[in-house]
């Protein structure tokens, strides 16, 4: 039976089938992690079970979504790793999506890390912006989701309290020491009661008592102006105002003081949003969302997102809030934003609560907030149970996953929020894909040759008319076509002539379309002006005898697209620049310009790297192949030293003139004394 490297037949995946049911039924009832592998071995999904059999068998038995299914479909074998409890699951699974990076598991890969503000554990401590979280005894703040917060939070606490800038001490002061914002402990002596109190001042500030602080500021300026001393009375205003840009834009409050993550979530489509709320003494002070793919259980993979996000993002605040689900439940239940689709938009949404304080205002909940009977749902949610037990093992924070009060309210309004980011991102696709198939439609019609399908782009490059190249690419129904892009070196032009180099390309092109009855274009776009557009249809219509419609589009001195020439002679197309037309073809101009670029850079970089080593006496094909290889890159061979050619079979005195080469030195010069020997029998037969 002949075998493709594509989807297995239906006789090759029963018996994959078959193998799997027969494994299956060796696994044990015991909690632990499985790893699903495809035909080539390799591991495309983790997952976590408090009951392997159990959860094993409910991939290969009833129906799934789309996405699960693709999953299904790639799965040849599974491996099982059984755990004393669910806690060693959770973080066995975590490990092992870190190390192997399945494709189907919840990656973070754009939110591995936020801002933390750190003041360094040293003798004379810096305060610095970080996003690594270090066992170095440093105190640590944050995260700050947004990193411009972050380093505006620390251009403030410069201006207010003076702590050394400088990595290394120098040997004199320096400018911020002129300007009050540093205490110069390389000029002066500094008592450790002074360090102490700043970091004191620090730490309180950045734990939520700028209030205090910015009363004493206040206190300062009124005093500084009875004295009549204005500047400084300025200054203190200015700190003071700082503080109120940076530190009070608040949306909601509570009445106690505590830091905690509010988790919320929402699936639609296969796709989930994870929202996260940041409340730090008592303050909502920022928000994050995350949107990706799913192709497991909605609240096992939203529990995976959970544990990789704090496996990366070690400073853990006092609580975090997790909403409960069961099958069928939406992630805010009984909440009337959810139920309305027309809720308003996150920020929105947010400033409306902390304007009436409906809904999430702590003195209108009569229910005690902190009374775990009240605000937890002691079952969790079914076969969730254990999800807070094993989180709060792991974690050493408390987990809540709250039914009622203060706390579900909470849950609610970062669920309200995930679901809204989903309904944005569905309708911004769907916006885009209408504004695509209308500016198609527009274009044929500004160019009178009716809906435009396929449009292939060519453009060249070369510097100086070495190492020329031409690239094309394919957009489809306004949307590029990757699998239909070429690249073509040019072999019959000598220097810099961009005419002749269309012509060869134009010719090439579509005499491989003739012979090959590929598909025509609708449209042939150019990346230059009337003298390119002249050659490309000469080369179509009296050589080839095809008349497809030729554009040319004309850039202006900022390198950006300017106009849109059609005909023979050309003509300007009066397109608006800020229509969904023009926009369509800066597109097409760009990714054809890059994909050119892109393609001369590299043929230019090989050129370079076979003339240097090919111009070594004794350097071959085969050798030079062997080298890079092995090597890796020219820049790695130049670095090298003698010794670490032996495992190619090359003696010392060619890998002496190999570096000398490489290096600009002159291979004839007398080496030192020992250093170069006759080069091996071995070496010479090879």
Request: charged share 30%.
């Amino acid at each position: 039976m002949t075998e493709y490297a594509g989807e297995p037949d239906r006789q090759d995946r029963k018996k994959i089938l078959e193998a799997i049911k027969n494994k299956l039924s060796l696994v044990p009832e015991q909690p632990g992690c499985y790893l699903m592998k495809n035909r080539e071995g390799t591991i495309i999904y983790v997952g976590k079970a408090k009951v392997l059999r159990n959860r094993l068998r409910s991939y290969f038995t009833g129906s799934h979504t789309i996405k699960t299914q693709l999953l299904v479909n790639d799965i040849v074998d599974f491996e099982y790793i059984v755990t004393a409890n669910n806690m060693e699951a959770l973080i066995l699974e975590c490990n092992l999506i870190k190390k192997y990076y399945p494709r189907y598991n919840v990656l973070l890969k754009d939110d591995k890390s936020f801002p933390y503000i750190k003041i360094t554990n040293e003798k004379h401590p810096r305060l610095e912006v970080t996003r690594r979280v270090l066992k170095d005894k440093a105190k640590y703040f944050g995260p700050y989701p947004n990193p411009y917060a972050a380093g505006a939070t620390k251009k403030l606490l410069d201006r207010l309290y003076p702590l050394r800038k400088c990595k290394t001490l120098p040997d004199r002061v320096c400018l911020y020491y002129h300007l009050g914002q540093c205490i110069a402990p390389c000029e002066y002596e500094v008592e450790q009661e002074t360090y102490d109190k700043m970091v004191h001042e620090i730490s309180r500030f950045l734990g939520g008592g700028h209030n205090e602080i910015k009363q004493e500021l206040t206190r300062k300026m009124h005093e500084a102006a009875e004295e009549l001393n204005f500047e400084r009375a300025k200054e203190l205003r200015d700190q003071i105002q700082h503080i109120d840009t940076v530190m009070e834009k608040q949306k909601i409050t509570t009445t106690d003081t505590v830091d905690r993550d509010v988790f919320g979530f929402a699936v639609d489509k296969g796709w989930m949003c994870v929202q996260i709320l940041y409340m730090r003494q008592g303050k909502l002070i920022e928000r994050h969302a995350s949107s990706f793919p799913y192709y497991g259980e909605a609240y096992d993979d939203f529990l995976t997102f959970v544990t990789q996000y704090y496996s990366e993002n070690p400073a853990l605040p006092k609580e975090v809030f997790l909403p409960a689900w069961t099958e069928g439940q939406q992630p805010a239940p009984g909440s009337e934003a959810a139920a309305t689709v027309e809720a308003p938009t996150t920020e929105a949404h947010m400033e409306m609560v902390a304007e009436t304080g409906a809904a999430y205002s702590v003195d209108a909940d009569p229910e005690p907030a902190d009374d775990p009977a009240e605000a937890d749902d002691p079952a969790g949610s079914g076969s969730k149970a254990d999800v807070k037990e094993a989180l709060e093992s792991w974690l050493k924070v408390k987990v809540h996953i709250p039914r009622r009060g203060l706390k579900k309210n909470m849950v609610d309004m970062a669920c309200d929020n995930a679901q809204v980011s989903l309904e944005e991102k569905f309708r911004l696709i769907e916006r885009d894909a209408d504004r695509t198939v209308k500016a198609v439609e527009n274009l044929g019609q500004w160019l009178g040759i009716g809906t435009v399908h396929r449009i292939e782009a060519f453009d060249n490059s070369n510097i100086q008319g070495s190492d020329p190249v031409s690239a094309m690419v394919v957009f489809t129904n306004g949307k590029p076509d990757r699998k239909e892009y070429r690249k073509y070196k040019i072999r019959t032009v000598q220097g810099p002539d961009d005419y002749e180099t269309m012509r060869e390309v134009v010719r090439r092109r579509y005499e491989r379309v003739l012979k090959e009855e590929l598909q025509m274009p609708d449209l042939i776009v150019i990346d230059g002006g009337r003298g390119h557009m002249s050659a490309a249809i000469d080369v179509l219509e009296n050589e080839l005898g095809l008349y497809i419609p030729v554009c040319g589009l004309v850039k202006d001195a900022k390198h950006k697209t300017a106009q849109l020439l059609i005909g023979d002679p050309a003509e300007v197309v009066p397109v608006p620049r800020d229509s969904q037309e023009f926009y369509l073809l800066q597109r097409i101009q760009d990714e054809v310009h890059r994909f050119a670029i892109t393609f001369h850079r590299e043929t230019r970089a090989k050129s370079m790297t076979v003339s240097q080593l090919d111009a070594i006496p004794g350097i071959g094909e085969k050798r030079r192949k062997a080298l890079l290889k092995h090597f890796g890159s020219l820049k790695k061979i130049k670095e090298a030293e003698v010794v670490d050619f032996k495992p190619l079979g090359i003696g010392e005195k060619l890998a002496g003139q190999i570096l000398s080469a490489l290096n600009g030195r002159n291979p004839d010069s007398p080496p030192e004394a020992g250093e170069l020997q006759e080069e091996t029998e071995q070496a010479d037969a090879d």
